[in-house]
C-alpha cells in the first residue's frame, strides 16, 4: 500500500530543513524482525535501539531524539524534527528507523539492481521454487558451508616472495617444457623429511620432497612453503568458524564462501587469490585489496608474530579501514 505524508496531500509547506521521502509503502513485518535484519547491515544501530526500546527512564529526556535519521538529516514523517521520541512512541520511532535504512535509503539503487537482476534470471521460475534463504545461497554462498582453507591454498597465487621462482602448479603427472630447479632448502617435517614424489617432466622424472605437494592436490610452489605463507596457512586453520568467517570476510568481503566453494575462486570465472610480499619485516597489520583478492603480507620475521597481527586486523576490521 503507498501513501504520502499528510503533509504532502494538504498541500502544506513546512520550514523543515530536512527532507521526507515522496513515498513510504507498507512492510508487514514484525519489529524484532526489522532489527534482526538491520543487525546484519548496521549492528551498533540495531543494538542502540534495542536499548532504547528496553530503557525504562524517561526517554524524552534522556535520548532527547526526534522522528529523523540519517546524514542529511530525514524526516521519518511529516514535520518528523518537531516530534520527540518519548515512552509511548519509541517503537515507533524504532521501526521508522529500520524501515529508513533497510527500505527507503536505498529503494532507488535497489529497484535498479532489481530491474537488471530479473532480466538476467527466470523470475516466475525462481519464485515458484526458492524460498528467500535459497536465493541467498546462490548469490552470496550458504551460511552453513564450512569453509575449506586447504581448497583456497591450491588455487591461491604468490607475489614478490623471495623463493617464489616457479608459480605454475604441476599435478602429478604433468608436464612442463624444462625441468624446474627444487628448492634450495626445505626444513625438513617431521616423519615426512624422506619421502619423495615423482613429478613428469618433458626431460625425464624429477623428485622432490613430498611435503611440497597438499594433501589433496599437488603443487610445486616455492612461495606456498616459505615461512611466513606456512604461518598465514596454519592460522587459518586454527580458528574457529565465526573467527573463520570473520577472516574470509577480512580478505573477500564476505562471511560465506562463494558457490562452488573457495576452490571456485580461479580463472576465468573468478579473479584469483593472491599473497603479496609487502616489504620486509615490520609491525603492520597485514592488509587486503579486497576488489584484487588480494592479501598483503610483510615478511615477518619471526613469522610467529603474524598470528598475533592477523587475529588484530580482523578484530578492527570495519571493511574499507579501521575503526
Known sequence: LARRP?????????????TTPPRRKKILTSLPELLEDLAEVDAPLARGLRQLLAFEGD???TYQRSFVYGDPPVALVPDGDDIPVTQRNRRRFARLVADHVLHWAVERQFSRFAKGFWRTAAKDALLDVLQHDDLQSYCQGGNDE???WDALRDVTKYDGWDACKHTTRLRLGETQPSTPSPPATIPASGDRRDTTTAVGTAEGTVTYPARLFGATTTRLQEADHHPVIAEFWRVAKDLDDDESRNLLKFLLGVKNPPVGGL??????????FCIQRAGPDSDRLPTVHVCFHTLLLCDYDPPSKLGTLLRRAIAENEGFGLR
Do not use: C, S
Open 59 to 61: 526517554v524524552e529526556a
Open 6 to 18: 499528510e503533509a504532502q496531500k494538504k498541500g502544506k509547506t513546512t520550514t523543515t530543513t530536512t
Open 146 to 148: 564450512r569453509i575449506d
Open 263 to 272: 576452490g571456485a575462486l580461479r580463472p576465468p570465472e573468478h579473479r584469483p
